[in-house]
């Protein structure tokens, strides 16, 4: 059997980008996930890179600058699917007065250096475009910036990168139990048909998000010394309120802020609440009080009225965050801890974190581990592109074009569709190409089947959720049969491979 070093459970952001930093640095992984890539937590998230405004009022500043150098690192590693973004907080004057905003947006310029992204400004609404979707009551207002990231094909590709330098990504695939076997662990991991298999591992890591503490507890059958509490936090898709390329930064009168953001070209994506959690976090779900909250927190600022009959599309997911003893959810520390037991083979635990500052988090948990593995090498993932972001100047706009000039014959729409998806690694899905008839069948509108063999033979997608609603968004663009017809297809594709090991 095999000896890695490293066996790493779960395939959320920080599992995979601890399978990637560990991978890059010579050492042999080995990941498994019980569900898709990003099925959870990390792909339920707000869908931002920023330093965390609001940590501000908590004094959290050391969480705000991390978060804002990783900002921009990630900026610069992934141009294709991470992106600035302008932010406008209307202010009302029963909330929180102008002066301490301004002070907060300075700090919030400057606590880290910037690069990439412009500073904060105050503006009136009367000649911005953000303040004509505002109701009239809203006079001025502050833009700052921070980025976008598509959070869930930003998983995949660390998982992409950790396979490409060697590690061994298992989805769909469960960790049933592990336990110390003289120098190693072993972990008994079973697949979707039943079937086990055994690791053996020199080290084991625990990212197990919202279970981290349950595995420890329940298939280590070992104590934690620290906890986790589940937040729950839910988002609405309605079809879009505004027309212009700014987000929204809303203060709420429970001290609350809620985000409205451009979504999907036709789309505004409006959340999230903050809501204690004590179930599966499998089976986490909105309820009616929190789709009526984020229609009234959207009402209170645009002119355009929503209902929850407007409601197209929701998602929500458990943040597994360190628990602090906070009064209330929204206050609970967004920061990490990694716990290292070192009572025989090693075992690193993951506790919190947030999407932003996964690379970080990666890199300090990797140093914790390696050198317990006889591994001294250098950090390495601050400068290295994820896959298809290694654009000459982390530039898209240039190199999108240049992907319409090399294929003329590519529709605008789908040309930057596939630029935003895959970056340069749109080479790889396009191949000896000439035309659309060269892309395969049309699957659906605007969905080939040169990509949907890509996203199979390269990013493990499996299902039609795992292609409609993490590898893209497309579900929301698609007919209301679009699942069946991919399901139909990833069927028949393997029919001949079934037939062939019967």
């Not at 070992?222 to 609405?236: A, Q």
């Not at 009616?288 to 909250?293: A, L, S």
């Not at 197209?312 to 997911?317: A, C, D, Q, R, W």
């Amino acid at each position: 059997m095999k000896v890695y070093d490293l066996m790493v459970i779960g395939g959320g952001i920080n599992g995979a980008g601890i399978a990637r930093d560990a991978a890059g640095r010579g050492l042999s992984v080995a990941l498994c996930e019980k569900d898709d890539l990003a099925s959870h937590t990390s792909s339920a998230s707000t869908k931002l890179i920023h330093g965390g405004l609001r940590y501000l009022e908590y004094y959290e500043f050391g969480l705000v600058r991390k978060a804002l150098q990783e900002r921009e690192v990630l900026l610069k590693a992934a141009p294709h699917i991470i992106w600035p973004l302008r932010f406008v907080m209307p202010h009302a004057r029963d909330q929180r007065p102008e002066w301490m905003i301004r002070c907060g947006l300075f700090l919030y310029d400057h606590l880290a250096k910037r690069e990439v992204l412009p500073g904060s400004e105050t503006v009136s609404f009367a000649k911005h475009p953000a303040g004509a979707p505002l109701k009239d009551a809203f006079k001025r207002g502050f833009v700052y910036s921070d980025g976008w990231v598509q959070d869930a094909r930003l998983v995949v590709l660390n998982a992409m990168d950790a396979a490409e330098r060697g590690a061994d990504i298992h989805t769909r695939t469960a960790c049933v139990a592990a336990r110390r076997d003289g120098e190693h662990w072993l972990s008994t991991l079973e697949r979707e048909d039943g079937s086990r298999f055994e690791v053996r591992s020199r080290a084991l890591v625990n990212a197990a998000g919202p279970w981290v503490q349950s595995l420890i507890e329940d298939k280590l059958a070992m104590p934690s010394s620290k906890s986790i509490r589940l937040v729950k936090g839910s988002h609405i898709v309605v079809k879009k309120i505004f027309d212009h390329a700014f987000a929204y930064i809303f203060q709420n009168p429970d001290k609350r802020i809620i985000f409205a953001i451009p979504y999907e070209k036709d789309f505004t994506l409006i959340g999230t609440t903050d809501v204690e959690y004590h179930g599966d976090p499998a089976q986490v779900a909105i309820d009616g009080d929190e789709i009526q909250y984020l229609c009234e927190m959207s009402n209170r600022y645009f002119h355009s009225q929503i209902t929850p009959a407007d409601v197209l599309s929701t998602y929500s997911g458990v943040r597994p965050l360190l628990d602090d003893a906070s009064d209330n959810a929204s206050s609970v520390t967004r920061d990490y801890a990694l716990e290292l037991d070192q009572q025989g083979a090693p075992l690193l635990s993951v506790f919190g974190g947030k999407i932003t500052t996964f690379r970080k988090l990666a890199e300090e948990a990797v140093d914790k581990i390696a050198p317990l593995l006889g591994c001294g090498k250098a950090t390495w993932t601050a400068e290295a592109p994820l896959p298809g972001g290694d654009m000459p100047g982390a530039d898209f706009g240039r190199f999108l074009q240049g992907l319409r000039q090399r294929h003329s014959w590519l529709p605008a729409a789908l040309a930057e569709r596939w630029a935003r998806a895959y970056g340069t690694r749109v080479a790889k899905l396009i191949g000896q190409a000439d035309s659309l008839a060269g892309l395969g069948a049309e699957v659906l509108p605007g969905l080939y089947e040169a990509e949907l063999q890509y996203l199979v033979d390269a990013e493990w997608a499996k299902r039609s959720e795992d292609i409609l609603w993490r590898r893209s968004k497309l579900k929301l663009h698609l007919p209301a049969n679009a699942a069946e017809v991919i399901d139909a297809w990833l069927a028949a594709r393997a029919q001949p491979r079934e037939a062939l090991s019967a």
